[in-house]
């Protein structure tokens, strides 16, 4: 695996995404945003919206799909 | 303060329903059908002299000493194994019977040495007190003729002797090791007069197959097998009921004192996880609290590149708040965060969690359960509601199949391991899920009906294998599942595991065990009996690990074996207090009672009690904090009692992200590895010098009491507090039960928990609240905690970490009997005598391939790193497979060790390394670095001149 941050939370996601996978195309993406918004710490989430926001190289489409709906984090 | 006396009623008690009354020596008394005549008088307080009985163990009538006369009855039958009958008349105290005692003391006594005055039982001997009891007061056949009195000692176990010459053949040490511990180590050697206790073929009781759990030693009346303590010390006179500190079995143990000095630990007959049985680590492993290495004195340093100094704990408090202060002022307030340890109490853990919610003011807490069982929490929670087992361990007694899937109970939690046993060897079916050929699959008097010896790394596939079976060959329970679970859900999940792809025969391409093993299997779990699964850290541990924790919940779902005595799905938690850990709010994105902290309602009531606001987002997880200090946003780490350095995997991330931080504080008993790259050194106090309630793995809340003086000064709450006043935020609590208070207050689950109560009861298993003011022993009675219970879609997903030309051989993980985790504290006591060093258990067919012979230094390299260790050749892995422990810092298994981990809650994969091996002829040179960088690091300055 890869070392760099924003790398590695590209597999991460790619991670939950796939275990979800089984579901539904609508419910996995749902599931996959719920949980990276309950268990993702804020610094992970902005990282992982900047990646989006610069096309989101590696993510899966359910992935990509879940954090594009991914609530912005607050600040401390 | 006296010691604690339990009461022997001399044979076990009966479990009958229908009740049997009689009169002993002119009193009636009522008990259960099946109960021995010695037992019912015992209930009367009428105590039949005794030798060859106990009450742990069945009775024997060896001894001859338990006699009574029953009217009516002719001759005089030995209580102990004579049951009672409705109506009889039993007197136990006649003239004849007076005789016929004196006569067998004589004898017993008559081969005994007479050194009563400097035996190392005296005072202690059932010997005697019978001796005594019986009157006996000269022995007319003088020593004279042949006797045993010459025989020699075994001290080669380095807790207890083994002194043959005051043995008296009752057996009682050889049925000990049978029935309760279930190792069958001892037999009577040779015949009549010649008959002795021998550990296996007569060996040296360290290289029998003896485990060392004491047993034995407790059941012997006499002092042939006593405690080197005792012969060390003395005998003692006062007594505290506590819980040991090692796993998450949670045995309860009288801590045996002389004045402040602890002469040993003796298992607690009312314990309700152990029952009066222990471990060789509870038991005997203590010995670290007072070892020379334990820190006592807090220190500091500016730079891990030089040497600690000893300071006051004003000094080093002050700085440890300057500097958490100084951090969040220059990088944010989520700059900091800390761990909480599952070996401290829950009102220690609650403290830390506390702490860094409300005074560093985030979420950022986490715990070594991160590492363990938090797939466990997740899993559960999902599918049932609750992130707990099930059951209690007493439930064990009424199960017919046991599923052990990715667990060694016999090592990991020896104590459940044997009651386990007792009750396979009672007849209970045994399967077994588990890349190596455990002790429990093949072992005296157990075979297991299945073991299924899957790849590392594909327990999703061969558990949804389990489930197709059941639900294609017709025997999920559709009663169960249409009250009690979501029958939509059910439906799509039946659907989901029926598909062809999840068959035995499909799977075994990924995990190589027969299908016809399977579905063999799959059918004695759904149609034995009661079904029940009991799992541990070969589950947790992989990519994978939440998604078979829901396909185990599944599988017990569809079978209907959740909710009642017997069955259930229990997983076999690692360290004491990780339930508790867990429980007290250790996760970054829980408070306390698994509430999430983006829930306002639960936020405000610890905001109101608190008197802080709290953050509403979720903070960093273990694997996440080093990631961040690695890229420069995480700069200050508070540890307790965790030494994330040597448990986690991948040691050189760790260690990269270890050297980041601006401040590492430590709070442990010893300077351990993480210690290394630390500045701020709080000594940490042991299990036996505070008070506080450990959680065990059936969510049983049990109190450890502190039995002497904390040796550093504080008990390890205590030292919370200060850091949290320093940083201004007041805690002024006096004693733990005031926090369990507060834990009581804010905690659904734990309304009903105060120290009065678990005085009183001993120990409850929450929820403990108004609806179950005595606890819950077994869960989801009558339907599940979350409503419907959830069936969840498990889709196999090989894992990443994959083998090749480099790397061809798949490396998994585990841990002994004798050693505890990372060994801080078990390496310091004498239980190194059975477990040296770490090595790689290797198959002969790859062992050959490669040029290594039993015992030949290998290398193993994995993608993140490499090592060395000793290799042993061994038919326990597969070919394809190898093994290790990670008891020794010297080995640094998890330099190996990947960071890939699993997908919902970042737990470590430890279980699957793709790795090679080589020989080799000594460390690497990783391995040589550390050393030097420890060496260095643990440099102390000497004090300087007054
Ligand atoms: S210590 Fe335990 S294992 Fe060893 S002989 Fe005694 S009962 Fe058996
Ligand atoms: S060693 Fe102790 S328990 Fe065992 S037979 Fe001898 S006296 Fe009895
Ligand atoms: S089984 Fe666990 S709790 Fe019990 S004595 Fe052994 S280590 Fe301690
Ligand atoms: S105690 Fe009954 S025969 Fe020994």
């Not at chain 2, 997903?797 to 841990?815: A, H, I, S, Y």
């Amino acid at each position: 695996m890869s070392h760099s941050t924003a790398e590695k939370l590209v597999y991460m996601a790619n991670q939950i995404a796939t275990a979800f996978s089984a579901q539904k195309h609508a419910e996995a993406v749902e599931a996959t945003r719920i949980h990276i918004q309950k268990f993702w710490d804020p610094r992970m989430r902005s990282k992982i919206a900047e990646h989006i926001a610069h096309g989101g190289e590696g993510l899966s489409p359910i992935a990509k799909e879940a954090l594009e709906g991914l609530q912005a984090a607050k600040a401390a | 303060m006296s010691l604690v006396h339990e009461i022997d009623y001399g044979t076990p008690a009966s479990k009958s329903e229908k009740l049997v009354s009689l009169t002993i020596d002119g009193m009636s008394v009522t008990v259960p059908e099946g109960t021995s005549i010695m037992r019912a008088a015992m209930e009367l307080g009428n105590q039949i002299p005794k030798l060859c009985a106990t009450d742990m163990l069945e009775s024997f009538g060896s001894c001859r000493l338990c006699l009574i006369e029953i009217e009516g009855r002719n001759g005089t039958p030995a209580s102990c194994t004579t049951p009672v009958a409705e109506g009889i008349v039993v007197k136990t105290q006649t003239e004849r019977l007076k005789q016929i005692r004196k006569g067998v003391m004589e004898l017993y006594i008559s081969d005994h040495p007479l050194d009563c005055l400097t035996c190392s039982a005296n005072g202690d001997c059932e010997l005697q007190d019978m001796a005594g009891v019986v009157g006996l007061r000269d022995v007319r056949y003088g020593y004279e003729g042949e006797n045993h009195t010459k025989l020699g000692k075994d001290e080669s176990n380095p807790y207890f002797t083994y002194e043959q010459s005051k043995c008296i053949v009752c057996n009682r040490c050889v049925r000990a090791c049978e029935e309760v511990q279930g190792t069958f180590a001892l037999t009577i050697s040779g015949r009549g007069f010649g008959s002795r206790v021998s550990p296996g073929m007569d060996e040296p009781f360290l290289t029998s197959e003896c485990v060392s759990c004491g047993a034995c030693v407790q059941a012997c009346p006499t002092a042939t097998l006593n405690e080197k303590a005792m012969y060390d010390i003395g005998t003692p006179e006062h007594s505290v009921v506590t819980t040991c500190a090692y796993c998450g079995v949670g045995c309860t143990f009288k801590a045996e004192m002389r004045g402040d000095e602890l002469v040993r630990m003796v298992p607690y007959k009312d314990g309700k996880a152990n029952r009066g049985h222990s471990c060789v680590k509870g038991r005997f492993a203590y010995g670290y609290a007072a070892h020379q290495d334990r820190i006592l004195k807090p220190m500091i340093r500016s730079s891990i590149h030089e040497p600690w100094k000893e300071v006051t704990y004003e000094e080093a408090i002050a700085y440890a708040a300057s500097e958490f202060k100084r951090i969040q002022e220059k990088y944010g307030k989520r700059a900091v965060g800390g761990i909480t340890s599952s070996r401290c109490t829950n009102e220690e853990t609650y403290l830390v969690q506390k702490l860094i919610r409300g005074g560093f003011g985030n979420n950022n807490v986490d715990t070594c359960a991160r590492v363990c069982h938090s797939p466990t929490g997740y899993g559960l929670s999902q599918t049932y509601g609750t992130s707990a087992g099930t059951q209690d361990f007493d439930s064990v007694e009424e199960t017919d199949v046991v599923l052990i899937i990715g667990a060694n109970p016999t090592d990991g939690h020896p104590v459940f391991g044997s009651r386990l046993k007792k009750r396979l060897r009672e007849g209970a079916k045994l399967i077994v899920v588990d890349p190596r050929r455990t002790d429990i699959v093949r072992s005296p008097h157990i075979e297991a009906s299945y073991h299924l010896p899957l790849k590392p790394g594909t327990n999703v596939a061969i558990v949804t294998a389990l489930a197709h079976v059941v639900v294609t060959e017709g025997l999920v329970n559709e009663q169960f599942v249409r009250e009690r679970c979501d029958w939509d859900e059910f439906q799509d999940w039946a659907a989901f595991v029926a598909d062809e792809r999840h068959s035995p025969e499909a799977v075994e391409k990924y995990t190589g065990v027969d299908p016809a093993l399977v579905r063999g299997a799959a059918r004695l779990y759904a149609t034995g009996g009661n079904g029940s699964i009991y799992y541990g850290l070969g589950v947790t541990e992989h990519s994978q690990g939440s998604t078979t924790v829901m396909a185990i919940a599944n599988l017990a779902m569809a079978t209907g074996n959740v909710g009642r005595n017997g069955v259930g799905v229990n997983p076999l938690r690692g360290q004491n207090n990780v339930q508790g850990s867990c429980d007290m709010g250790s996760f970054p994105h829980e408070l306390p009672g698994y509430r999430h902290v983006s829930d306002d309602a639960t936020r405000s009531t610890f905001e109101a009690l608190w008197g802080v606001p709290l953050d509403d987002e979720p903070g960093l997880r273990i694997p996440n904090m080093f990631d961040a200090a690695v890229d420069g946003t995480f700069k200050g780490l508070y540890v307790q009692g965790e030494d994330i350095l040597q448990s986690d995997p991948d040691t050189k991330h760790v260690s990269a992200g270890l050297a980041g931080l601006e401040c590492l504080i430590v709070q442990d008993l010893f300077l351990n590895e993480t210690a290394n790259y630390a500045h701020i050194f709080l000594p940490g106090c042991s299990f036996l010098e505070k008070d506080g309630t450990f959680t065990n793995a059936e969510r049983r809340i049990q109190r450890i009491r502190k039995v002497m003086a904390p040796k550093n000064g504080y008990a390890d709450w205590e030292v919370t507090q200060l850091l949290a006043n320093a940083l201004g935020f007041p805690m002024t609590y006096t004693h733990p039960s005031q926090i369990m208070d507060e834990i009581a207050a804010l905690t659904p689950t734990f309304t009903g928990v105060n120290y009065a109560k678990l005085d009183e009861l001993g120990s409850v298993q929450w929820p403990c609240n108004d609806e179950a003011p005595e606890g819950t022993p077994i869960m989801h009675i009558g339907g599940f905690v979350r409503g419907k219970g959830k069936f969840v879609l498990t889709e196999y997903v090989p894992t990443d970490e994959k083998t090749g030309p480099r790397f061809p051989l798949l490396l998994t993980t585990g841990r002994i009997l004798s050693q505890y985790n990372v060994g801080a504290q078990t390496r310091r006591t004498a239980n190194v005598a059975w477990h040296p060093e770490d090595v790689l258990e290797i198959h002969a067919h790859d062992a050959e391939n490669r040029g290594i012979r039993d015992g030949d230094f290998v290398k193993l390299d994995s993608r993140a790193g490499s090592t060395s260790l000793k290799a042993v050749i061994s038919d326990r892995v597969a070919p394809g497979v190898v093994y290790t422990t990670f008891h020794h810092p010297v080995t640094q298994a998890n330099v190996v060790t990947t960071d890939y981990s699993d997908w919902a809650t970042n737990c470590p994969e430890y279980k699957v390394t793709a790795v090679q091996v080589s020989p080799s002829n000594g460390p690497t040179q990783w391995q040589e670095d550390y050393e030097n960088l420890s060496r260095t690091s643990r440099r102390i300055a000497a004090e300087a001149a007054e």
